[in-house]
């Protein structure tokens, strides 16, 4: 079964991907690729895609991860209906009444308000 994948390039801190067509059993950084049918820059967000590559390897069974799901959906590639898309986690507070912006706010020291009407 074929997997289409991201593959890690560049250098430490600097990471550029290759969007490559691989065996899902072998490792992505064995080196051993299908083909490379684009890649992305997560810094710049820059995509490069052969986008007909994409379709037809979709279109003979080849199974993207989520994250080029989510990119190949971004750049306009319909997914076939088999693709499984995961929706985005979107994170919550397990505490979020002791959260600073969740308490009551503090009022005023009383001595300001007082000084004011002195003068009249």
Same mark, same amino acid.
């Given at each position: 079964?074929?997997?289409?994948?991201?593959?890690?390039? !560049?250098?430490? !801190?600097?990471?550029?991907?290759? @969007?490559?067509?691989?065996?899902?059993?072998?490792?992505?950084?064995?080196?051993? @690729?299908?083909?490379?049918? !684009?890649?992305?820059?997560?810094? =710049?967000?820059? =995509?490069?895609?052969? /986008? #007909?590559? %994409?379709?037809?390897?979709? !279109?003979?069974?080849?199974?993207?991860?989520?994250?080029?799901?989510?990119?190949?959906? /971004?750049?306009? @590639? /319909?997914?076939?209906?088999? %693709? #499984? %898309?995961?929706?985005?986690?979107?994170?919550?507070? /397990?505490?979020?009444?002791?959260?600073?912006?969740?308490?009551? #706010?503090?009022?005023?020291?009383?001595?300001?308000?007082?000084?004011?009407?002195?003068?009249?």
């Amino acid at each position: 079964m074929l997997a289409i994948r991201l593959q890690r390039n !560049g250098r430490k !801190g600097l990471p550029l991907y290759r @969007i490559v067509v691989q065996e899902a059993q072998r490792h992505p950084l064995s080196g051993r @690729i299908v083909a490379q049918v !684009g890649s992305y820059n997560p810094h =710049t967000k820059a =995509t490069v895609l052969d /986008k #007909k590559e %994409v379709e037809k390897y979709l !279109g003979n069974g080849a199974q993207p991860s989520s994250r080029v799901v989510r990119i190949l959906t /971004k750049e306009g @590639i /319909k997914m076939p209906k088999w %693709v #499984k %898309v995961t929706p985005e986690k979107h994170a919550t507070a /397990k505490h979020a009444d002791k959260l600073r912006k969740n308490q009551p #706010k503090e009022e005023a020291p009383a001595e300001e308000a007082t000084e004011a009407p002195a003068e009249a």
